[in-house]
């Protein structure tokens, strides 16, 4: 057993994930020495998993370390960029080394398979959190940024919507999902981020956001930063078995339309490139659907199949909204 931080450090993260060559000086020294590519621009985005907040104790560690990676390049595919470097700050109550190696196989395996290195971090004791900082390479005409939203564009979404807050409802209310319960499960604890969706639409998409605090609170960012607003079209949400089983029993459209944690894709398209998208989404593995389109104004309006609006109970996830 490890003895001291330093040990922990060598033992589980100095080589944890790929080996890059843009990576001058990695673990063990005061800072990292990177090398950004000739032509990119660096994007940066930083997260933390709070015990309790953001998972339940005692969750699958293997599931926890690779959801604490994923949430991460989701950000990173959110903005067009290709994964490249990360750092992890660990707070842990005490040293497990079977709870570590869990949980570096987990962020390992999701690491390795983007080719990310591990360049810094920090481990430290107290309650149970994670922060997880990625950095990754956009060309700078091609970053899919909130404020480029237009009246006319399209909206789509990668993958289903909801399977994530039917699961998170179901370990709360005892919702019974019956044979479906494993699925959802894996949605909300292995969200798979859509860095290579994004990749192949960059040039062809101007906008994206990723999904983790529900599609109107999300897509709201995106008109508030463009200063437009949005129709969405409710039959056009796509939905897996289990959410769609959910609907029929409930009528409660808050979980696709506001649950948080899927981690899927919202992109905007300009209208006169929808053949192309569509094509390429042809050789995705990730389905694409269409739902909505950009309008002037603000906000978001979604309407049913006969053209009336539809009423949400609730909005998307807020750490600081009062109850």
């Given at each position: 057993?490890?003895?001291?931080?330093?040990?922990?450090?060598?033992?589980?993260?100095?080589?944890?994930?790929?080996?890059?060559?843009?990576?001058?000086?990695?673990?063990?020294?005061?800072?990292?020495?990177?090398?950004?590519?000739?032509?990119?621009?660096?994007?940066?985005?930083?997260?933390?998993?709070?015990?309790?907040?953001?998972?339940?104790?005692?969750?699958?560690?293997?599931?926890?370390?690779?959801?604490?990676?994923?949430?991460?390049?989701?950000?990173?595919?959110?903005?067009?960029?290709?994964?490249?470097?990360?750092?992890?700050?660990?707070?842990?109550?005490?040293?497990?080394?079977?709870?570590?190696?869990?949980?570096?196989?987990?962020?390992?395996?999701?690491?390795?398979?983007?080719?990310?290195?591990?360049?810094?971090?920090?481990?430290?004791?107290?309650?149970?959190?994670?922060?997880?900082?990625?950095?990754?390479?956009?060309?700078?005409?091609?970053?899919?940024?909130?404020?480029?939203?237009?009246?006319?564009?399209?909206?789509?979404?990668?993958?289903?919507?909801?399977?994530?807050?039917?699961?998170?409802?179901?370990?709360?209310?005892?919702?019974?999902?019956?044979?479906?319960?494993?699925?959802?499960?894996?949605?909300?604890?292995?969200?798979?981020?859509?860095?290579?969706?994004?990749?192949?639409?960059?040039?062809?998409?101007?906008?994206?956001?990723?999904?983790?605090?529900?599609?109107?609170?999300?897509?709201?960012?995106?008109?508030?930063?463009?200063?437009?607003?949005?129709?969405?079209?409710?039959?056009?949400?796509?939905?897996?078995?289990p959410v769609t089983d959910y609907l029929r029993a409930t009528g409660d459209w808050s979980i696709p339309l506001a649950a948080g944690d899927d981690y899927e894709l919202c992109l905007i398209v300009p209208a006169d490139r929808r053949q192309q998208l569509e094509a390429?989404?042809?050789?995705?593995?990730?389905?694409?659907?269409?739902?909505?389109?950009?309008?002037?104004?603000?906000?978001?309006?979604?309407?049913?199949?006969?053209?009336?609006?539809?009423?949400?109970?609730?909005?998307?996830?807020?750490?600081?909204?009062?109850?």
């Open positions: 057993m490890p003895t001291s931080e330093f040990q922990l450090i060598d033992l589980y993260f100095s080589r944890l994930g790929a080996v890059r060559a843009d990576v001058l000086l990695g673990v063990g020294d005061d800072c990292a020495l990177l090398q950004v590519p000739v032509g990119k621009q660096l994007a940066v985005s930083i997260d933390t998993l709070v015990e309790g907040t953001h998972f339940f104790p005692g969750v699958d560690a293997e599931s926890l370390g690779h959801k604490s990676l994923a949430v991460n390049l989701s950000d990173l595919a959110a903005m067009g960029a290709e994964p490249a470097w990360v750092t992890l700050a660990l707070t842990l109550p005490r040293v497990d080394e079977v709870w570590i190696e869990a949980f570096c196989r987990g962020f390992a395996g999701l690491a390795t398979r983007y080719q990310i290195q591990l360049v810094g971090g920090d481990t430290t004791r107290g309650p149970l959190s994670i922060s997880v900082q990625v950095h990754g390479f956009v060309d700078p005409d091609k970053a899919l940024r909130r404020d480029r939203a237009k009246a006319g564009d399209l909206v789509y979404v990668t993958g289903t919507l909801g399977d994530a807050g039917l699961a998170l409802l179901t370990a709360q209310s005892g919702y019974n999902p019956g044979n479906q319960s494993v699925f959802l499960q894996q949605r909300l604890d292995r969200p798979e981020p859509r860095v290579a969706v994004a990749q192949a639409l960059c040039g062809l998409a101007t906008g994206a956001i990723d999904i983790s605090d529900g599609l109107l609170s999300d897509l709201g960012h995106i008109c508030d930063k463009s200063r437009v607003g949005t129709v969405l079209q409710q039959a056009a949400i796509p939905l897996s078995d390429v989404a042809q050789t995705l593995d990730v389905p694409l659907s269409l739902i909505g389109e950009i309008e002037a104004g603000n906000g978001i309006r979604c309407l049913d199949d006969a053209g009336h609006p539809v009423a949400v109970a609730r909005e998307g996830y807020d750490h600081f909204r009062k109850p």
